[in-house]
């Protein structure tokens, strides 16, 4: 839901907010204000460089330090970092419900992935914690990063190639009585067709910008040339529903609504209305 609609999840809609800021190194706990719109992390860090090759020689490490979350119950809040692998790194933060099936839009992520950058572009999120919030290494489903860190952060999410744009993606957040357990990419490509279908790879290094072969979670992709010349038509927006159990035992349920449960005339009719609605925002 667009802000100020009917529908709107309030914490979890960023539109109207500025564009994304690079992602600090230090703790961040303080920059989240409480307000209705994602939060920008402006805190101060080191830019990361590029050599005359367009290889990443120094990031600032990614970090999503937004204070202790404790054992969760359906209706808590809880803090999400989106990051964009651009160099350095932009993240933004969020504030959203257990159980909400919220939205969270990154107004700015377009530009700032196109302009300049090194394609592919991921996107990743991130639940509070101390330590890196580097995307998670999924190449082998019971590797030692995934078995350490797969409650911290999600794999890498393509969004940008030099072709596409893969502006609507879903994430299901797990939980096991109400700790967040994991994070699933739930994305696919039965609303577009095969020229459209972006595939992720399972791993990013933030320092080489090297991914992995292995590829995984497809999503659909509008045109990038559509969107140059609409301006915020092809921002990010990616839909969250919950999974699991929350710390007094009840079951999470929206993950029911996720986007692999539609059929693909439904996924159509929704990848078009999503573009129609960031036309309109364009043209006010």
Partial sequence: AAEG???????????????????????????????????LDTGNTSNGTLDTGMRRQSIPPTFCDMGNQSELAIGDQVYLCVFLSTSPPKKMVFRVKVEEYAELKLQGSQARAIDNQTLPIYTWVAASHKESAAPL??????????????????????????THVAHLLNLVINMRDGAISSFAWDNGC?????????????????????????????????????????GLACDMKILVTWAGTDRDGRHATSAGMR??????????SLYEKANSQYQAVTSR
């Fill in 137 to 162: 290494d999924c190449t082998s489903s019971d590797g030692d990063d995934v078995r350490l860190r797969k409650s911290r952060v999600s794999c890498p999410q393509v969004y940008a190639t030099s």
């Fill in 5 to 39: 609609e009917p529908g709107d999840h309030g914490d979890a809609n960023s539109e109207g907010a500025s564009p994304l800021q690079q992602a600090n190194a230090s703790n961040t706990s303080s920059s989240a204000a409480n307000t209705s719109n994602g939060t």
């Fill in 259 to 268: 986007l692999s449960k539609f059929s693909g005339f439904t996924l159509a």
């Fill in 190 to 230: 039965r609303g577009c067709g095969p020229d459209s279908c972006l595939e992720s790879s399972k791993s990013l290094d933030l320092l080489t910008g090297k991914h992995s072969p292995e590829m995984f979670s497809p999503a659909c992709g509008a045109e990038l040339t559509g969107c140059t010349s609409n």
